[in-house]
Nanobody, 125 residues
């Protein structure tokens, strides 16, 4: 069983930046497919970004492309989500997810087995 713990989120003004981290409980998670999802009130959980086990290949959603970057350090069992130029529509609960495969199969939430508890991000004036 892999435990995922996200860092504390926060509140920022439009145009601001935040960096989220997610630490996995086991070394085996080092080479798992990992991802970030988000869910705004009243909306379905949506894909934000994923990173394959090697850390070389990544994919981000069109809505955040050019603003968000996902990265990982397998030696630290950690992935990060760097979020720049945040906008009010980025307000949501952000979740870390992991799937015990080296290569991420797809971007849908149903393809991920392990989830963190979520951390809130609020963007407002």
């Amino acid at each position: 069983q892999v435990q995922l713990v996200e860092s504390e989120g926060g509140s920022v003004q439009p145009g601001g930046s935040l960096r989220l981290s997610c630490v996995a409980s086991e070394d085996a998670a080092n080479y798992m497919c990992m991802a970030w999802f988000r869910q705004a009130p009243g909306k379905e959980r949506e894909f934000v970004a994923l990173i394959h086990g090697s850390g070389v290949a990544t994919q981000v959603a069109e809505s955040v492309k050019g603003r968000f970057t996902i990265s990982r350090d397998n030696a630290k069992n950690t992935i990060w989500l760097q979020m720049n130029n945040l906008q009010p529509e980025d307000t949501a609960m952000y979740y870390c997810a992991a799937e015990p495969k080296r290569y991420c199969p797809a971007v849908g939430a149903r393809h991920f087995t392990y989830w963190g508890q979520g951390t809130p991000v609020t963007v407002s004036t």
